[in-house]
């Protein structure tokens, strides 16, 4: 992150200033700062459609090689990771004499990955990570890598929840050196790999986000292992114990994609829901046997070996048996009758 007290003439812009485009003219009225790192200042800001987010810096390169990032993400129908790349342009100031370029993306109104789960609740950390992967999916078969995962550039949206990644800076095209990472998620820092954008790289990032969730304030490398000291951790919190299995895959760099780590998980949910059913199957017919009284004594009875003690329970099925042969014994009687008449007349 940078120094937010260091001379940025594009820094800390007061609510009401208006960036006009120099090649299109659009004028962007600044109404807060969302944010700021390494690569420029992301201003909230209105214009003639509507709220915009609109990144600033005095390093032309690192905007256009987000943008660049931004547009192809655009092409790829059906992804929606990454923010919508609404406008590109330059920002004159000082009459011309210095010229910063800009651009201008959806804002992604919404909440932190962490305070949205804390409030939440734990189930829909699975939920997020199942979209996260989705969509890492359709990146990583792109040929891209997104390189600087973790919780600070990750916004879930409302209604229905959604989790979107800002800040695209980091990402890279697969085979190549990771431009951007921070150490807790990065697996170089853990020895657990190099810095090559790959899929497994991500994924790494993916179980640290898990592990993070349960660890908000993080906790440093000691001197042992990172996989040991990972899986310790681990060890300690049942819901990150739950998912163990594809935690270490997933750290060890076992999943060749993301959709196999997200079956992975899937698979955990699965049998979750599997054993919570049976478990809620058991107690209802527990509560069944308690509501029926003699028939809970009858099966005490029966699991002791007594089967002489065990009383017939009146069935929905005895009494529609009666039921239908009394409706057969009128039907023949009626026959009957009709018969003897045709007989007599
Ligand atoms: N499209 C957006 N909608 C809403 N908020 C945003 C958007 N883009 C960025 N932000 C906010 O601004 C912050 C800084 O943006 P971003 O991470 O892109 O800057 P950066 O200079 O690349 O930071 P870093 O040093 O972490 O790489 C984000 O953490 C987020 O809170």
């Avoid at 190549?176 to 790494?204: H, M, N, Q, V």
């Avoid at 998912?243 to 750290?251: G, I, N, Q, S, W």
């Amino acid at each position: 992150m940078m120094n937010n007290t260091m001379k940025n003439p594009v820094g800390n812009l007061p609510q009401g200033t208006t960036i006009i485009g120099k090649w299109h003219k659009e004028r962007y009225t600044i109404v807060r700062t969302l944010g700021y790192g390494a690569t420029g200042y992301v201003y909230l800001t209105r214009s003639s459609k509507g709220l915009a987010a609109l990144k600033i810096s005095e390093n032309s390169m690192s905007i256009t090689s987000e943008v660049n990032v931004l547009r192809h993400f655009s092409k790829v129908r059906g992804f929606s990771l990454g923010p919508s790349l609404l406008d590109v342009d330059d920002w004159e100031q000082l009459r011309g004499k210095q010229s910063f370029s800009f651009y201008v993306m959806e804002y992604l109104e919404g909440e932190p990955l962490l305070s949205f789960v804390q409030k939440r609740g734990m189930e829909w950390a699975g939920i997020l990570i199942l979209q996260l992967l989705t969509d890492l999916e359709t990146l990583h078969k792109e040929g891209w890598v997104f390189g600087d995962l973790k919780p600070d550039n990750l916004i879930v949206t409302s209604t229905p929840p959604k989790v979107r990644l800002v800040d695209v800076g980091g990402t890279t095209q697969h085979g190549r050196a990771i431009k951007e990472f921070t150490e807790f998620f990065d697996r170089g820092y853990w020895g657990l790999g190099s810095r090559k954008a790959e899929a497994t790289y991500d994924l790494f990032a993916v179980a640290m986000i898990m592990i993070h969730i349960c660890y908000p304030k993080q906790f440093q490398k000691n001197g042992e292992s990172g996989l040991k000291q990972l899986e310790e951790q681990i060890d300690k919190e049942v819901w990150l114990k739950r998912y163990k299995v594809v935690l270490m895959r997933a750290l060890a760099g076992e999943y060749s994609s993301a959709q196999e780590m997200k079956s992975g998980m899937l698979s955990v949910m699965s049998q979750r829901n599997s054993s919570a059913s049976q478990k809620g199957a058991a107690q209802r017919t527990v509560n069944n046997k308690a509501k029926q009284g003699p028939a809970s004594s009858t099966s005490r009875a029966s699991r002791s070996g007594d089967s002489t003690q065990r009383q017939p329970v009146p069935t929905k099925t005895s009494s529609k048996g009666w039921m239908e042969t009394a409706v057969l014994l009128s039907v023949i009687l009626f026959a009957y009758f009709f018969y003897l008449y045709g007989q007599i007349m």
